[in-house]
């Protein structure tokens, strides 16, 4: 692919490495520049990298008014020989290909993407924080571009991707386990609907969802299935529990869950972790009464902002509280937070491929 550099000038652009005296917290921040690529008479054309700023988009379009946009989130990482390594970005790739095709966006060649967001790191990599926990949160997005008012799927996108220099997601740090919501009110995916995607529509979905667990001291809300009998996933993370023997249970990957990347991680660390991970599917009467018995003993959240979230309790929407062991971060939660940050970082090896170095092109 030939991409066309549009860059800064040298004088208007990081010239230094990004040495923040704060903790620059989680997705306030972007680089200099971002990569576009349009889809036009049926194919993706004109891959570029331009100033980062605003885009120019026609009142009328799809993606404006019907939501036709997709998006993925990765993290790129400083190793200790000073270079960028993106993690299992090709998973990525190929997860916004599955998204775009269920809201009828078309692919874009997985290379494609694995390329644009490289030569983009490469561009600006001065921009990685030099903090503790940092990383360069890498945001690829597809959005609708036709001017056009009927609902059908439009002729034209652009592809975006914009990067942006991150501390951990939580500012509290790791050791405060969150509060999640269990909503009989609040349903965040329906079987045969777009659940399983990064469709932009269902995270509109999940605002009010939002509100309603923040009026309840809670985090986030915990979904359940539309009969509300099985435990899904939370707005932007996956969900795990911990059984009292180590065994690490994640809810069955279906139509209404988003197959979340660091959750497919834990499964396959299972030998490294020295447990076992598994996937079923989980009811809620059966889950709250193990946390009752001391039969479930951890839980949190899997995702790539958070990496792991540890739950420390449940609130139903009566008020009433169920806390997970003794409320606090288990060592269960932590090892495996410890193990996959590890190998993000590069303190110890992950399998073959994971960590892929962002190579110099410029
Ligand atoms: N579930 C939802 C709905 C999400 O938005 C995310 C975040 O991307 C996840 C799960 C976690 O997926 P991943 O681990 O690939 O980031
Ligand atoms: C991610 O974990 O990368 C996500 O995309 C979640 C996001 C909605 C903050």
Redesign the pocket.
């Known amino acids: 692919m030939q991409i066309n550099y549009n860059l800064k000038t040298a004088s208007e652009r990081r010239t230094e490495q990004f040495e923040p005296k704060e903790n620059v917290g989680f997705g306030n921040l972007r680089t200099d520049h971002m990569f576009l690529m349009d889809y036009r008479d049926g194919e993706w054309r004109d891959p570029r990298i331009v100033p980062y700023g605003p885009f120019e988009i026609a009142p009328g379009a799809i993606a404006l008014h019907y939501g036709q946009s997709v998006f993925e989130?990765a993290k790129a990482f400083k190793h200790d020989d000073d270079e960028i390594y993106t993690f299992r970005l090709n998973k990525n790739a190929e997860?916004l290909n599955r998204s775009a095709d269920i809201i009828c966006i078309p692919a874009l060649d997985e290379s494609m993407q694995l390329e644009a967001i490289n030569a983009l790191i490469d561009v600006d990599r001065l921009w990685f924080p030099m903090q503790e926990d940092a990383c360069l949160y890498i945001r690829p997005f597809i959005f609708a571009t036709e001017d056009r008012l009927s609902v059908s799927p439009s002729e034209e996108y652009t592809f975006c991707v914009i990067l942006s220099p991150s501390g951990p997601y939580y500012s509290d740090g790791f050791d405060k386990a969150i509060r999640l919501l269990i909503s009989e009110r609040f349903h965040?995916a329906v079987p045969g609907g777009t659940g399983a995607s990064?469709a932009a529509g269902?995270y509109a979905a999940s605002l009010k969802a939002g509100r309603a667990a923040a009026e309840y001291g809670a985090a986030q809300v915990l979904y359940l299935d539309a009969n509300n009998k099985q435990i899904e996933?939370?707005?932007?993370?996956?969900h795990f529990h911990v059984l009292k023997d180590g065994t690490v249970i994640i809810p069955t990957f279906t139509d209404t869950?988003?197959k979340?990347?660091?959750?497919e991680s834990i499964l396959e660390l299972g030998d490294v972790l020295g447990c076992v991970v598994r996937q079923e599917t989980v009811m809620l009467d059966k889950f709250i009464a193990d946390i009752e018995s001391g039969e479930i003993i951890e839980a949190g959240g899997?995702?790539?902002?958070a990496v792991v979230s540890p739950v420390g309790s449940y609130i139903f929407e009566d008020n009433r509280i169920v806390t997970v062991g003794d409320g606090h971060v288990g060592k269960h939660t932590r090892r495996i937070y410890q193990v996959l940050t590890d190998i993000q970082k590069g303190k110890v090896e992950g399998p073959q491929g994971w960590m892929q170095l962002v190579n110099r092109v410029t």
């Not at 996933?233 to 996956?238: R, T």
Request: glycine share 14%.
């Open positions: 989130g997860r965040r990064k269902n996933e939370v707005g932007a993370m996956n869950i988003l979340s990347i660091t959750s899997f995702g790539t902002a």
